[in-house]
């Protein structure tokens, strides 16, 4: 029997629902559009179109690896993120809604000063720096990780995004010493690795076997990478510039510590968008804290 794009996309998502996915028709539309080659915006089309059997069934092989464990992103090639499309693949991690509040602050923080220059650490995908470049018209973005098959993503997504010629990618350690050449920023932010020993042993098949183990370890205590941040990049802030992290839903008190002994000022917690607090700011001097 032949079938309509939207008989496959009620397949899988009954595949979905039956496996428990905890966004069953999110998870049927992205996957039926992708494999499909359909707009996922115009599903009321999608009861006039019929398949072929191999495109039918690349679509359940699709969801069969979906069902396995491999990340729908990783099957995609893209997320979406603060109203973006990010590219995405092994070498970096999936861009997370936990995350969008902190980038909503960076942006708002741009957005109050003239051609303000951002330095986003441990940035994988680039998503926190890429959106403050794509919402702060006169922004300019430094991007650093360690890997290069993260910046190869990172410098894609600055292209189709439009932004490239206010971005950079660099390859630097931030467990090592900033190069000489990197300059002064208005803002520093970082979604740095804070998984700890023992939860690496207790993550979901999901993540401990597709996303890159080296963007989510930590260190013993989760902590190792705002230590080094901290200490060693955190003289590129200009007077008055801000520094923010997201951290672990438990490590906000840990991370504000370790602020405060490297004599950051304003040092505040705040919550992400589930009410979770997620996001740890300071400055370079002991002013007042603006977002109290």
């Not at 099957?75 to 902190?102: A, C, H, M």
């Not at 303000?116 to 890429?130: H, V």
């Not at 950079?168 to 208005?186: H, K, T």
Request: aromatic share 8%; charged share 25%; net charge negative.
């Amino acid at each position: 029997m032949t079938k309509t794009i939207n008989d496959v996309y009620m397949e899988l998502f009954h595949r979905f629902k039956e496996a428990d996915d905890p966004q069953p028709s999110l998870a049927a539309r992205e996957l039926t559009a992708y494999a499909c080659k359909a707009d996922k915006n115009r599903t009321g089309d999608w009861g006039h179109v019929y398949l072929d059997d191999a495109t039918v069934d690349y679509a359940n092989l699709l969801c069969d690896k979906c069902l396995d464990g491999e990340p729908l992103a990783y099957i995609l090639g893209e997320w979406d993120f603060y109203g973006l499309t990010f590219q995405v693949d092994k070498n970096v991690l999936i861009p997370r809604s936990d995350t969008e509040r902190l980038c909503e602050l960076v942006i708002e923080q741009a957005k109050q000063k003239v051609s303000p220059r951002i330095l986003d650490l441990c940035c994988g995908s680039g998503c926190i720096g890429i959106a403050a470049a794509h919402y702060v018209d006169d922004a300019h973005v430094a991007a650093v990780d360690n890997s290069e098959g993260a910046l190869r993503i990172t410098r894609e997504n600055a292209r189709r995004l439009g932004v490239q010629s206010r971005f950079v990618a660099v390859n630097a350690d931030v467990c090592l010493r900033p190069p000489g050449n990197m300059g002064q920023f208005d803002i520093i932010v970082s979604n740095p690795p804070y998984v700890t020993r023992a939860e690496m042993r207790q993550l979901d098949r999901s993540v401990s076997d597709f996303e890159p183990h080296e963007a989510l370890y930590g260190g013993v205590d989760g902590l190792d990478f705002y230590r080094s941040i901290c200490s060693k990049w955190g003289s590129l802030l200009v007077t008055g510039g801000m520094i923010l992290f997201e951290c672990g839903w438990k490590q906000a008190n840990d991370v504000a510590a370790i602020l405060e002994e490297n004599r950051f000022g304003g040092i505040g917690i705040t919550e992400d968008l589930a009410g979770v607090p997620r996001i740890v700011y300071g400055y370079n001097t002991d002013i007042s804290d603006p977002l109290a």
